[in-house]
């Protein structure tokens, strides 16, 4: 049974850090892509980072750059979102995200966790 389930979460003032776990468990999580989504009340989903499968390469959204580091480790099957220098527009729900696609079969593996709130308030 595929399961990615986030943990991290809370309450934290304009400027502090948090740092956001999704376990991965049901699949071959070195072969998988992983990302962090979020949204925020009456918003998308909006892509924040992405780590691949194998090379470890990572990307981010423009608009926390320099913020925030995704990383993981494939021993333990977890994925990380270290959040720094938080701002109130980082406000809202974290989603972990696995991903596959296998070109021989035209397939995609496509894995949600159930989420993980965020609030940036003083």
């Known amino acids: 049974q595929v399961q990615l389930v986030e943990s991290g979460g809370g309450l934290v003032q304009p400027g502090g850090s948090l740092r956001l776990s999704c376990a991965a468990s049901?699949?071959?999580?070195?072969?998988?892509?992983m990302y962090w989504y979020r949204q925020a009340p009456g918003k998308g989903r909006e892509l924040v980072a992405s780590i691949t499968g194998p090379g470890g390469g990572t990307n981010y959204a423009d608009s926390v750059k320099g913020r925030f580091t995704i990383s993981k480790d494939n021993a333990k099957k977890m994925v990380y979102l270290q959040m720094n220098s938080l701002k109130p527009e980082d406000t809202a729900v974290y989603y972990c995200n696995a991903r596959l696609r296998v070109a021989v079969t035209a397939t995609l593996y496509n894995y949600w966790g159930q989420g993980t709130q965020v609030t940036v308030s003083s």
């Open positions: 049901g699949f071959t999580f070195s072969n998988y892509a």
